[in-house]
């Protein structure tokens, strides 16, 4: 089969992926094998590239926004999968006994395997995957517009969920990427009131036809105090401005994997029982629901469709926020 695969983490610049031709790869026990149909690009997938984060396997192929068909089922248990359309996020598996798995939290799991980085992942022409890591896919939605909903969703999903956004009230979003553009919708359909802070022209834009009750540039001030935040931009300066735009006892999530280091700032911003969290990966729970509230809502993604070859370019793309919405590639 045809991948696009990292031999030597280098800068998006000089063209990390090569398109190689690979053997075809053999599900193990309790995997399946997926003819992949389409791979979102994520912006940790630049940062696997480039060697931010420590990459146990190489070389590797990238890609943990799998949508494909199932074309291999070996394990007499998962053979009703054959045929289905699934699709395949950041976790891979987890150990199923430790602490964190038993509480529902294994997205905290230290044994926790991820897609793209401990076993290849989507951007190439199969994949294996776990069979109970994998996730049926709403009809409604195409290939393309799904393969967003499965890292970029999952994630402003579970952030929302951390910052109590699920219920409504006053929501401030820091960043206007592809996982705010989902959060957004799911948080207005369920009723909250969303403030977008956001520099780029075309950002703004698309946050207000999004729904957006208010947008301005970071360091503006919203005509309210906010119940919530999410700061999807890996910039640490919104943390405390997040925490000045908070009222007493709200709640600010830090969404991004990575973020430049946070400035020093007075412990009256934290006071009255204000909180910052982070978001550490998703849960199989968190992907089905926001997969079911996908469905009911309907969200609408915004995509951008380029060949696995330009997988390169893709990742340029997102490293200079040229993106509006999400890019996906199609083998
Ligand atoms: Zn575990
Ligand atoms: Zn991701």
Redesign the pocket.
Known sequence: MLAMVLATPRPAEERPLELRQVPQPVPGPGEVLLRVSACGVCRTDLHTVEGDLTLPLLPLVPGHQVVGTVVDAPADADRALLGRRVGVAWMAG?????S??REGN?NL????RFTGLHAWGGYAEQVTARADFTYPLPDAFPDDQAAPLLCAGVIGYRALRLAGALTGGRLGIFGFGASAHVAIQVATHLGAEVYVYTRARRHRAHAEELGARWVGAPGDTAPALLDRAVIFSPAGEHVPAALAALRPGGTAVCASVTMSDIPRFPYGLLYGERRVSSVANATRRDALELLALAERIPLRTSVESLPLADANEALLLVKRSEVTGALVLRP
Do not use: Q, R
Not at 109 to 112: L, M, R
């Open positions: 987890a150990c199923g006994v430790c964190f798995c294994e799991c230290p044994d926790a």
